[in-house]
């Protein structure tokens, strides 16, 4: 059975990222989207970084469009609302589908792991999953849970 630490992603300018880099670490997995309701999202995601990378914490964006086509620009145009609209630090990756026959890897594993009310698919933009140090898939969150609610989740996580 794959793990998640054994899974590669493509970085939002065209790197190969190995999951494995991220082994120690608590992850905070999101499939994310430039013109959504929930775009805000980002600037929590980012407090939550900032507040607690020194501790462990990274957060990992997956912007897709599958919903509502609500991320339908290029590189330049997800990276000007990632970085500039909401000064996005953490690491963004290549437009992906979450749900369906072409769905990437990270998250067919993540919706086998921890499904949600819709079984195996995602219902929306800003889905979250954490996964422990150890690469194990902890909890899995709607998209109208703000970062802000998690916090107690990743503190416990990370303690």
Not at 70 to 73: I, K, R, V
Not at 111 to 118: A, D, F, T
């Given at each position: 059975m794959t793990t998640f630490h054994e899974l590669t992603a493509t970085s939002l300018r065209g790197q190969p990222i190995s999951m494995a880099d991220y082994a120690g670490k608590l992850i905070l997995v999101v499939n994310t989207a430039s013109q959504c309701g929930f775009t805000p999202q980002y600037a929590g995601l980012e407090a939550l970084y900032q507040k607690y990378a020194a501790r462990g914490l990274m957060v990992l964006g997956f912007p897709c469009n599958q919903f509502g086509k609500?991320?339908?620009?290029g590189v330049d145009e997800i990276e000007q609302t990632c970085h500039i609209n909401y000064g996005v630090s953490f690491p963004m990756f290549e437009k992906v589908d979450v749900n369906g026959a072409a769905a990437?890897?990270?998250?067919?594993?993540?919706?086998?792991?921890?499904?949600?009310?819709?079984?195996?698919?995602?219902?929306?933009?800003?889905?979250k999953f954490l996964i422990g140090r150890d690469g194990k898939p902890l909890k899995r969150f709607a998209p109208f849970t703000t970062p802000e609610k998690m916090e107690n989740d990743i503190l416990a996580a990370l303690n």
């Open positions: 609500q991320e339908p620009g990437h890897p990270v998250f067919r594993y993540l919706k086998q792991e921890l499904p949600g009310v819709l079984g195996s698919r995602i219902k929306w933009n800003f889905t």
